[in-house]
């Protein structure tokens, strides 16, 4: 059994004991509302660890509570997306369409996506969603980091783990922080490439 653990540098590490859940958004269609999944999301994270504060950096370990793209969902309940920036090794169907509507319905102002140069090979209609994606830069390069970056009018999240952006969770674990030099540090490399 994991137990919670607290830092004293102003780091709050939190490992929930592993459960198993079916409340994870796999199960969900993509016809639920915005708002509910949302809502869904943002209750997943709060359970979880709640959305970090400025300079906070909170530790996530999991079992199909959540799935990356819960962290986007989260924010948008509370915050609109002037930025994202996502590197991943791959990209799943679903979080693609997800992706195309947030950009339609300007609810994500402006995308960056970092993807494995493999991915066209493994996923050819999956890339293909993804090139039709507006307001969406796509980068093509040997990758296997997974970075979700969050631009909002006063934050900028950072959401590093093991997830690939898909609805399959399964055991995960992430870093979340509101960090501007963390922010900018990985911005700067993936912008750059």
Not at 102 to 116: A, G, T
Not at 118 to 146: G, R, Y
Not at 179 to 191: R, T, V
Request: with cysteine; hydrophobic share 35%; aromatic share 8%.
């Amino acid at each position: 059994m994991l137990k919670s653990v607290k830092s004293n540098k102003g780091t709050k590490s939190i490992v929930k004991e592993f459960k198993k859940s079916q409340g994870n958004f796999k199960s969900q269609s993509i016809s639920v509302s915005l708002d509910k999944m949302c809502f869904e999301s943002i209750n997943k994270i709060n359970e979880l660890s709640g959305i970090p504060v400025i300079n906070e950096n909170k530790r996530i370990v999991t079992r199909k509570e959540i799935n990356t793209f819960d962290f986007i969902l989260a924010i948008l309940a509370n915050e609109e997306i002037e930025e994202l920036t996502l590197t991943s090794y791959r990209i799943g169907r679903k979080t693609t369409l997800m992706l195309k509507e947030l950009l339609s319905n300007n609810k994500i102002e402006k995308l960056m996506i970092l993807i494995s140069s493999n991915f066209p090979k493994f996923a050819p209609e999956v890339w293909n969603n993804l090139q039709t994606l507006i307001h969406t830069e796509i980068k093509l390069e040997s990758n296997h980091t997974k970075i979700m970056l969050i631009k909002t009018k006063l934050n900028k999240y950072v959401i590093e783990g093991s997830g690939n952006l898909s609805v399959n969770a399964r055991i995960e674990q992430y870093s979340f922080s509101n960090n501007k030099e963390i922010y900018d540090f990985h911005y700067n490399w993936i912008k750059n490439i």
